[in-house]
């Protein structure tokens, strides 16, 4: 089993950042090789990918927050980070870590085996 939580949601103004955190446990999961992503769900909304990593380099971002977010993990803390520049009224959701087994690392939440409780954003213009 793997346990994911995350933190350091909040509320800034548009044009803000933000670095979000998620730590994992469990002595099964291959940290490492495995992928992680963040997905984020505002109200009314569908969970929707922001960004996947697996292994140490290869990510993978929505086209909406390309070159705005970078995704990121700490092998040593077993903790993923995002974080979030340049921030938009729509980036406002809640965001969910999630990880999965293997190295195949699509951009779909239904593929994940493992979420977070969520952590809220809310950016205000």
């Known amino acids: 089993q793997v346990q994911l939580v995350e933190s350091g949601g909040g509320s800034v103004q548009a044009g803000g950042s933000l670095r979000l955190s998620c730590v994992a446990s469990g002595n099964t999961f291959r940290y490492r090789s495995n992928c992680m992503g963040w997905f984020r769900q505002a109200p009314g909304k569908a969970r929707e990918g922001v960004a996947t990593?697996?292994?140490?380099?290869?990510?993978r971002f929505a086209h909406s927050v390309k070159g705005r977010f970078t995704i990121s993990k700490d092998n040593a803390k077993t903790t993923l980070y995002l974080e979030m520049n340049s921030l938009r009224p729509e980036d406002t959701a809640m965001y969910y870590c999630a990880a999965k087994s293997g190295s195949w690392c699509p951009f779909h939440p239904d593929a994940f085996d493992y979420w977070g409780q969520g952590t809220q954003v809310t950016v205000s213009s």
């Open positions: 990593i697996v292994r140490d380099d290869s990510t």
